[in-house]
C-alpha cells in the first residue's frame, strides 16, 4: 500500500494544488510510491489517521495536539527557499 501525504490549505485549492503537484513530480522521480491528497485545514479529522506525513501551507495555523501525524510546514513551496531539503524531509516519512 502506497503511503499517503496529506497537503492542507485555507480552502484546499490554490496553494495546496501547487505543493501536491511538486510532491508528486518529486516522488515519481525518486521512485517513490505514494498518494498527495490536499484538503481544506477544516478536514483534518477526516484524514489525521489516515496519511503518513501533513503538510501544512497555511502559515501561522496549527494543528491540534491530539495529532500525531508528521507536520512539515509548507512555506518553502511558495518561496522556493529549502524546498528540496523539505521534499526530501517528506520522502524520508515515506520510505
Not at 512539515?72 to 524531509?89: D, S
Amino acid at each position: 500500500m502506497a503511503k499517503r501525504v496529506l497537503v492542507l490549505c485555507g480552502n484546499g485549492v490554490a496553494t495546496s494544488t501547487v505543493a501536491c503537484k511538486k510532491i508528486q513530480d518529486y516522488m515519481a522521480n525518486a521512485n517513490v510510491r505514494c498518494e498527495v491528497i490536499q484538503a481544506k485545514i477544516g478536514e483534518l479529522a477526516s484524514y489525521a489517521d489516515k496519511v503518513d506525513v501533513i503538510v501544512l501551507m497555511a502559515m501561522g495555523a496549527t494543528l491540534p495536539d491530539t495529532v500525531k501525524t508528521p507536520l512539515i510546514k509548507g512555506l518553502p513551496f511558495l518561496t522556493g527557499m529549502g524546498l528540496k531539503e523539505t521534499l526530501e524531509e517528506i520522502k524520508k516519512h515515506l520510505q
